[in-house]
């Protein structure tokens, strides 16, 4: 068998680095993008799972309200959502690394068990963060998501 040599075609460049001669370089075309409304509140939001232990595994979202491990909380269920706050006489705390613990007594009213998803929303100017478990979002955008599919709400 033998090998022929191919030659490799390399286009001619223009001096000052113009690009290939013959082609002129227009800019891409880009689409204005609509600014749409600005948003209404400073809230930073984060997706995340919960262990067995009620350990909340995004600690990113912890570290935006500024509580650091042993920052002791208020952690309370309304309406099936989880709302905690730092308190000083506070029962429960924010753990060594810095894991926000779910009480067990809060999970079992939020019907929540391992491996269930929470959609964490952090308030930073009022240094609150709020848990909605993904039954409760079911329930809030059910009819945002029938108005969209074109149908109705259950």
Do not use: N
Not at 74 to 84: L, P, S, T, Y
Request: hydrophobic share 45%; net charge positive; proline share 9%.
């Amino acid at each position: 068998m033998t090998a022929s040599f191919v030659p490799p075609v390399i286009p001619k460049v223009v001096p000052g680095g113009a690009g290939p001669v013959g082609r002129s370089r227009r800019p891409l075309p880009v689409p204005a993008l609509e600014s749409g409304s600005p948003r209404a509140t400073d809230a930073v939001y984060a997706l995340s799972a919960v262990d067995k232990s009620g350990r909340v595994a995004d600690r990113s979202i912890v570290r935006v309200l500024g509580w650091g491990p042993g920052t002791r909380l208020d952690i309370r269920e309304q309406a099936g959502i989880i709302v905690a706050r730092p308190a000083v006489d506070g029962v429960h705390c924010v753990g060594d690394r810095g894991h926000l613990h779910l009480p067990l007594a809060v999970r079992r009213w939020c019907r929540l068990t391992a491996g269930d998803r929470v959609l964490l929303a952090a308030a930073p100017a009022a240094g609150v963060l709020v848990a909605y478990p993904l039954a409760v979002l079911d329930r809030l955008l059910a009819d945002v998501h029938a108005a969209v599919a074109g149908g109705e709400a259950a």
